[in-house]
């Protein structure tokens, strides 16, 4: 949007953006944005992560989280999460393992690294 959008125009589009509370982030406008995840800072990422592991586990975001927490990890984009943050992520990649979604698919196989890998070491 930035490269086809006046300044002031994504000034104006972005004044709609949820800023303050996670639980208002809908899963449609999580769903229209997904590809924004990649974009994220590391407090981006702690603000826009609950919302997208809350409407999966409810069954209206329609990407997988949990492929999204592998690609391109790099952990200095998690160092703003405390142990009780970390520890949400590391539940809901062990309620993703249980979920039929991810079963049997490369999302199961790409949730099992990370846990034994990434989560195992943050």
């Known amino acids: 949007m930035d490269d086809w959008k006046s300044e002031e ?8 953006d949820e800023k303050l509370d996670w639980q208002n982030i809908s899963a449609a406008d999580l769903n229209r944005c997904f590809s924004s995840y990649s974009y ?6 702690r603000f826009y992560l609950p919302a997208m592991m809350t409407h999966e586990i409810i069954g209206d975001y329609l990407h997988a989280v949990g492929d999204r927490l592998s ?3 790099r952990a200095d984009r998690y160092h703003f999460l405390n142990s009780e943050q970390r520890n949400a992520i ?4 062990n309620w993703c393992l249980l979920n039929e979604d991810y079963t049997g698919t490369s ?3 790409i949730v ?5 890998g ?3 070491e943050i």
């Open 118 to 120: 990434h989560w195992k």
């Open 71 to 73: 690609s391109d990890f």
């Open 9 to 16: 125009e994504c000034l104006a589009i972005r004044q709609d």
């Open 107 to 109: 999302s199961e196989v």
């Open 112 to 116: 099992e690294c990370l846990l034994n």
């Open 90 to 93: 590391i539940w809901f990649l």
């Open 40 to 45: 994220l800072d590391a407090e981006g990422l």
